[in-house]
Every structure is written in C-alpha cells, then in structure tokens.
C-alpha cells in the first residue's frame, strides 16, 4: 500500500531523551535508527486521537523492555521524502511502516537527515 505525500506519520515515543516538553519539541535521537537501517513508524491520517494511542501502547507492549508511552512526533510523508528516503508500509501491525534509505555508513549521517525531519515534526504529549 502506498503512502501519500500528505499523510501523517507518527513516530512514538518511547523515551524521555526523545523529546522536549518545555521547548514543546521532537528531538532528532527519535528518528535517528542506529544501529537498524529502517525506521518504524505508523500511518495514522485520517485517525482520531483516540485511534492513534492504542497504535503506540501496541508497539510498548511488543517490546521486552520496560519503555513508556510519552507522546509521538507527527510528520508529513512528504518530509520524509525530501530527505531522499522512502516510506513502506507493511501493515505488520496494522498501519506500520518503515521509514528506509537511510546512510549506513555512520549515526551522524542519519542525524543530518534526523535533524530536518525532527524541525518539521510536531510534538504530541500522550495525556493518560
């Protein structure tokens, strides 16, 4: 399934370092996939907001580790895109993708393309 330019990814955020609540802002470490070469995502357009926090408790209750729902950064498709990377969603769960392409030859690299894509994200703290 492809994903349209216009349509709102949302990365979420399981760690505190991801983000800035007094600057009201998404760190580039959210998107940075170190040491993967993909990036997970979800295709969350057109959700209400209380169609989109269980997506991210899924992701935590995936995980072995012992990780919290802090909130997620939303971006547009297109962002992504002008980063010379692409988007592919699998639905593996529902509405996920990967956001690949990225450089594998070093972390500063994927922060240079994790730094524009941060400053076009919006914050969203998750209110429990």
């Known amino acids: 399934m492809d994903v349209r330019d216009d349509e709102r990814l949302s990365r979420f955020l399981l760690f505190s370092r991801w983000f800035s609540r007094v600057q009201n802002r998404v760190k580039p470490d959210a998107y ?3 040491p ?3 990036l997970s995502v979800s295709c969350t ?3 209400a907001e209380s169609e989109v926090w269980p997506l991210g408790q899924a992701v935590v209750d995936s995980r072995s580790d012992n990780v919290t729902l802090y909130g997620r950064g939303d971006v547009r498709a297109s962002v992504v895109r002008v980063q010379k990377l692409q988007i592919i969603r699998d639905d593996q769960p529902l509405r996920h993708a990967n956001i690949v392409g ?3 030859d070093s972390k500063e690299s994927q922060r240079m393309l994790a730094l524009e894509i941060a400053a ?3 914050l969203v703290i998750h209110e429990i």
């Open 32 to 34: 940075i996939p170190h």
């Open 45 to 47: 357009e057109a959700l």
């Open 102 to 104: 990225w450089p594998i």
């Open 36 to 38: 993967r070469v993909e």
């Open 120 to 122: 076009a994200s919006s």
